[in-house]
């Protein structure tokens, strides 16, 4: 069984900053699992993808948060990573981690960020 847990939510000013973290059950950087993402979910909207990693580091950004987040990832920990900046009220929402592992997608129970004004 595939656990995900994700920390390091809370509430923070606009503009500022917060690092997440999403801690696996598994090696995150073998060939058995491919991919991983960060994702989040306003109130009301439908879950966003945000940002992704392959196994060989290779990362991509959707258009709504390149240059303000950053994904990396510490294999030794077997944790990625979310750096987020400038961070806006829009940005309010549940964010979700996600690692297809064995071809099957597990999803962490998310963690809350509050951007306030």
């Known amino acids: 069984q595939v656990q995900l847990v994700e920390s390091g939510g809370g509430t923070v000013q606009a503009g500022g900053s917060l690092r997440l973290s999403c801690t696996a059950s598994?090696?995150?950087?073998?060939?058995?699992?491919?991919?991983m993402a960060w994702y989040r979910q306003a109130p009301g909207k439908q879950r966003e993808l945000l940002a992704t990693?392959?196994?060989?580091?290779?990362?991509t950004y959707t258009d709504v948060v390149k240059g303000r987040f950053t994904i990396s990832r510490d294999d030794s920990k077997n944790t990625l990573y979310l750096d987020m900046k400038a961070l806006r009220p829009e940005a309010t929402a549940v964010y979700y981690c996600?690692?297809?592992?064995?071809?099957?997608?597990?999803w962490g129970q998310g963690t809350q960020v509050t951007v306030s004004l």
């Open positions: 990693m392959t196994n060989g580091g290779h990362t």
């Open positions: 598994i090696p995150i950087n073998d060939f058995n699992t491919n991919f």
């Open positions: 996600s690692a297809r592992h064995w071809g099957k997608e597990y």
